[in-house]
Protein backbone atom coordinates (compact mmCIF):
# COMPACT_ATOMS: atom_id res chain seq x y z
CA UNK A 1 0.00 0.00 0.00
CA UNK A 2 1.41 3.60 -0.62
CA UNK A 3 1.80 5.36 2.66
CA UNK A 4 1.11 8.90 2.70
CA UNK A 5 3.04 11.28 5.39
CA UNK A 6 0.72 14.29 6.51
CA UNK A 7 2.88 17.41 8.99
CA UNK A 8 2.36 18.59 10.48
CA UNK A 9 0.01 16.90 12.67
CA UNK A 10 -0.93 20.34 14.23
CA UNK A 11 -0.96 24.06 13.29
CA UNK A 12 -1.64 27.21 15.60
CA UNK A 13 -1.76 30.14 13.24
CA UNK A 14 -3.11 33.79 12.90
CA UNK A 15 -5.71 35.71 10.75
CA UNK A 16 -4.12 36.46 7.62
CA UNK A 17 -1.07 33.82 8.16
CA UNK A 18 0.00 32.18 5.14
CA UNK A 19 -0.26 27.85 6.23
CA UNK A 20 1.59 25.84 4.50
CA UNK A 21 0.74 22.00 4.86
CA UNK A 22 2.89 19.04 3.40
CA UNK A 23 2.28 15.35 2.35
CA UNK A 24 4.85 12.88 1.32
CA UNK A 25 3.94 9.66 -0.68
CA UNK A 26 5.56 6.73 -0.10
CA UNK A 27 6.07 6.16 -3.52
CA UNK A 28 5.51 8.64 -6.87
CA UNK A 29 1.80 9.01 -7.17
CA UNK A 30 2.16 11.43 -10.35
CA UNK A 31 -0.70 14.19 -9.46
CA UNK A 32 -2.69 11.92 -7.84
CA UNK A 33 -3.70 13.82 -4.40
CA UNK A 34 -6.56 14.88 -3.55
CA UNK A 35 -6.91 17.93 -0.52
CA UNK A 36 -10.49 17.63 2.12
CA UNK A 37 -11.39 20.25 5.02
CA UNK A 38 -13.35 18.60 7.69
CA UNK A 39 -14.82 20.46 10.24
CA UNK A 40 -15.61 19.28 13.80
CA UNK A 41 -18.69 16.93 13.47
CA UNK A 42 -18.84 17.38 9.30
CA UNK A 43 -17.87 15.50 6.75
CA UNK A 44 -15.13 15.76 5.24
CA UNK A 45 -15.04 18.41 2.05
CA UNK A 46 -13.31 18.11 -1.31
CA UNK A 47 -11.34 21.43 -1.95
CA UNK A 48 -8.70 20.09 -4.09
CA UNK A 49 -8.16 17.07 -6.76
CA UNK A 50 -5.58 16.31 -9.13
CA UNK A 51 -2.76 17.78 -6.67
CA UNK A 52 -3.77 21.43 -7.67
CA UNK A 53 -7.01 21.80 -8.80
CA UNK A 54 -9.55 23.52 -6.64
CA UNK A 55 -13.43 22.58 -6.61
CA UNK A 56 -15.40 24.66 -7.96
CA UNK A 57 -16.73 27.08 -5.53
CA UNK A 58 -13.62 26.76 -3.22
CA UNK A 59 -12.11 29.91 -2.23
CA UNK A 60 -9.28 31.23 -4.11
CA UNK A 61 -6.98 31.32 -1.08
CA UNK A 62 -6.61 27.23 -0.59
CA UNK A 63 -3.93 26.20 -3.72
CA UNK A 64 -2.05 23.16 -3.82
CA UNK A 65 0.78 21.97 -5.66
CA UNK A 66 3.61 19.05 -6.46
CA UNK A 67 4.17 16.10 -8.08
CA UNK A 68 5.81 12.48 -7.35
CA UNK A 69 6.08 11.95 -4.02
CA UNK A 70 6.31 15.45 -2.74
CA UNK A 71 2.92 17.65 -2.21
CA UNK A 72 2.08 20.99 -0.30
CA UNK A 73 -1.11 22.62 0.64
CA UNK A 74 -1.63 26.37 1.16
CA UNK A 75 -3.85 29.14 2.78
CA UNK A 76 -2.88 32.08 1.40
CA UNK A 77 -4.57 34.16 4.28
CA UNK A 78 -6.04 32.03 6.88
CA UNK A 79 -9.58 33.38 7.94
CA UNK A 80 -11.45 32.27 10.75
CA UNK A 81 -13.66 29.83 8.98
CA UNK A 82 -10.80 28.00 7.83
CA UNK A 83 -10.15 26.21 11.24
CA UNK A 84 -10.50 22.47 10.41
CA UNK A 85 -8.37 19.49 9.97
CA UNK A 86 -7.11 18.43 6.88
CA UNK A 87 -6.53 15.47 5.02
CA UNK A 88 -4.46 14.86 1.87
CA UNK A 89 -5.58 11.69 0.21
CA UNK A 90 -3.88 9.47 -2.83
CA UNK A 91 -5.81 7.81 -5.41
CA UNK A 92 -2.92 6.46 -7.79
CA UNK A 93 -3.92 3.11 -7.51
CA UNK A 94 -7.32 2.07 -7.50
CA UNK A 95 -9.40 1.17 -5.19
CA UNK A 96 -6.27 1.32 -2.79
CA UNK A 97 -7.11 4.89 -1.63
CA UNK A 98 -5.04 6.09 1.56
CA UNK A 99 -5.57 9.04 3.64
CA UNK A 100 -2.97 11.08 5.30
CA UNK A 101 -3.14 11.29 9.51
CA UNK A 102 -4.55 14.54 8.98
CA UNK A 103 -3.63 17.79 9.90
CA UNK A 104 -5.66 19.90 12.86
CA UNK A 105 -5.42 24.08 11.92
CA UNK A 106 -5.97 25.96 14.91
CA UNK A 107 -6.25 29.66 15.20
CA UNK A 108 -3.50 31.32 17.76
CA UNK B 1 -31.13 18.39 -4.91
CA UNK B 2 -28.62 15.74 -4.59
CA UNK B 3 -29.23 14.07 -0.89
CA UNK B 4 -27.24 11.17 0.77
CA UNK B 5 -29.12 10.45 4.04
CA UNK B 6 -27.59 7.61 6.04
CA UNK B 7 -29.33 5.30 8.85
CA UNK B 8 -28.99 6.68 12.27
CA UNK B 9 -27.14 5.72 15.42
CA UNK B 10 -26.55 2.10 16.22
CA UNK B 11 -25.36 0.30 19.55
CA UNK B 12 -24.05 -3.11 19.41
CA UNK B 13 -22.57 -5.74 21.18
CA UNK B 14 -19.21 -7.73 20.54
CA UNK B 15 -20.26 -10.64 17.96
CA UNK B 16 -23.73 -9.02 16.43
CA UNK B 17 -24.66 -8.48 12.76
CA UNK B 18 -25.12 -4.96 11.60
CA UNK B 19 -26.29 -3.32 8.07
CA UNK B 20 -26.33 0.68 7.96
CA UNK B 21 -27.60 2.47 4.89
CA UNK B 22 -26.86 5.62 2.71
CA UNK B 23 -29.96 6.51 0.78
CA UNK B 24 -29.45 8.51 -2.73
CA UNK B 25 -31.81 11.16 -4.13
CA UNK B 26 -31.87 13.78 -6.75
CA UNK B 27 -29.79 12.16 -9.45
CA UNK B 28 -29.91 8.98 -11.60
CA UNK B 29 -28.71 6.14 -8.50
CA UNK B 30 -27.52 3.81 -10.98
CA UNK B 31 -24.89 6.11 -12.53
CA UNK B 32 -22.38 7.27 -10.08
CA UNK B 33 -20.14 5.42 -7.59
CA UNK B 34 -21.13 5.61 -4.12
CA UNK B 35 -17.39 5.17 -1.42
CA UNK B 36 -17.43 4.80 2.34
CA UNK B 37 -15.00 6.66 4.96
CA UNK B 38 -14.68 5.49 8.32
CA UNK B 39 -13.45 7.39 11.20
CA UNK B 40 -12.80 6.35 14.52
CA UNK B 41 -13.40 8.61 17.92
CA UNK B 42 -10.80 11.21 17.66
CA UNK B 43 -9.20 9.77 14.87
CA UNK B 44 -8.61 10.43 11.18
CA UNK B 45 -10.37 9.37 7.61
CA UNK B 46 -9.80 5.57 6.49
CA UNK B 47 -10.75 5.04 3.32
CA UNK B 48 -13.04 1.38 2.95
CA UNK B 49 -13.68 0.78 -0.62
CA UNK B 50 -16.27 2.22 -3.39
CA UNK B 51 -19.47 0.34 -5.28
CA UNK B 52 -20.86 0.98 -8.30
CA UNK B 53 -24.77 0.21 -8.46
CA UNK B 54 -24.69 -0.20 -11.70
CA UNK B 55 -22.98 -3.34 -11.63
CA UNK B 56 -23.12 -3.69 -7.89
CA UNK B 57 -19.05 -4.59 -8.11
CA UNK B 58 -17.60 -3.48 -4.68
CA UNK B 59 -14.03 -2.79 -4.62
CA UNK B 60 -12.72 -2.79 -1.14
CA UNK B 61 -9.61 -1.48 1.05
CA UNK B 62 -7.14 -4.30 1.53
CA UNK B 63 -7.56 -3.15 5.24
CA UNK B 64 -11.42 -3.83 4.67
CA UNK B 65 -11.72 -7.00 2.26
CA UNK B 66 -13.09 -9.50 4.10
CA UNK B 67 -14.39 -7.62 7.11
CA UNK B 68 -17.60 -5.84 5.96
CA UNK B 69 -19.58 -6.31 2.49
CA UNK B 70 -20.68 -3.40 0.43
CA UNK B 71 -23.90 -4.26 -1.58
CA UNK B 72 -26.53 -1.86 -3.66
CA UNK B 73 -30.14 -2.14 -4.25
CA UNK B 74 -31.24 0.45 -7.38
CA UNK B 75 -34.82 -0.33 -6.46
CA UNK B 76 -34.27 1.34 -3.21
CA UNK B 77 -31.21 4.18 -4.48
CA UNK B 78 -29.52 2.78 -1.48
CA UNK B 79 -26.30 1.68 -0.72
CA UNK B 80 -25.11 -1.05 2.27
CA UNK B 81 -22.64 -1.50 4.64
CA UNK B 82 -23.02 -4.38 6.47
CA UNK B 83 -21.23 -6.31 9.16
CA UNK B 84 -21.39 -10.58 9.97
CA UNK B 85 -19.86 -10.15 13.62
CA UNK B 86 -18.73 -7.02 14.93
CA UNK B 87 -15.67 -5.86 16.85
CA UNK B 88 -15.45 -3.36 19.22
CA UNK B 89 -12.78 -1.89 16.81
CA UNK B 90 -15.19 -1.43 14.67
CA UNK B 91 -16.87 1.68 16.29
CA UNK B 92 -16.27 4.93 14.64
CA UNK B 93 -18.57 7.43 12.31
CA UNK B 94 -18.94 6.10 8.56
CA UNK B 95 -19.59 8.47 5.74
CA UNK B 96 -21.10 7.48 1.93
CA UNK B 97 -20.23 9.89 -0.64
CA UNK B 98 -21.25 9.85 -4.02
CA UNK B 99 -18.52 10.20 -6.70
CA UNK B 100 -18.88 11.19 -10.07
CA UNK B 101 -15.22 10.37 -10.95
CA UNK B 102 -14.08 7.49 -8.72
CA UNK B 103 -11.47 9.58 -7.37
CA UNK B 104 -13.30 12.44 -6.53
CA UNK B 105 -16.87 12.67 -3.59
CA UNK B 106 -18.75 15.46 -4.55
CA UNK B 107 -21.58 14.84 -1.93
CA UNK B 108 -21.63 13.39 1.26
CA UNK B 109 -23.97 11.48 3.57
CA UNK B 110 -24.31 12.82 7.04
CA UNK B 111 -22.67 10.10 8.73
CA UNK B 112 -23.80 7.11 11.05
CA UNK B 113 -22.05 6.44 14.64
CA UNK B 114 -21.77 2.97 15.25
CA UNK B 115 -20.83 1.99 18.47
CA UNK B 116 -19.46 -1.36 19.74
CA UNK B 117 -19.43 -2.21 23.30
CA UNK B 118 -19.96 -4.89 25.72
Known amino acids: DIQMTQSPSSLSASVGDRVTITCQAS??????LNWYQQKPGKAPNLLIY???NLKAGVPSRFSGSGSGTDFTFTISSLQPEDIATYYC??????????FGQGTNLEMK | EVQLVQSGAEVKMPGESLKISCKAS????????IGWVRQKPGKGLEWMGI????????RYSPSFQGQVTMSADNSFSTVYLQWRSLKASDSGIYYC???????????WGQGTLVTVSS
Open chain 2, 97 to 107: ARHPIVSQPDY
Open chain 2, 26 to 33: GYSFPSFW
Open chain 2, 51 to 58: IHPGDSDP
Open chain 1, 27 to 32: QAIKNH
Open chain 1, 50 to 52: DAS
Open chain 1, 89 to 98: QQYDNFPLYT
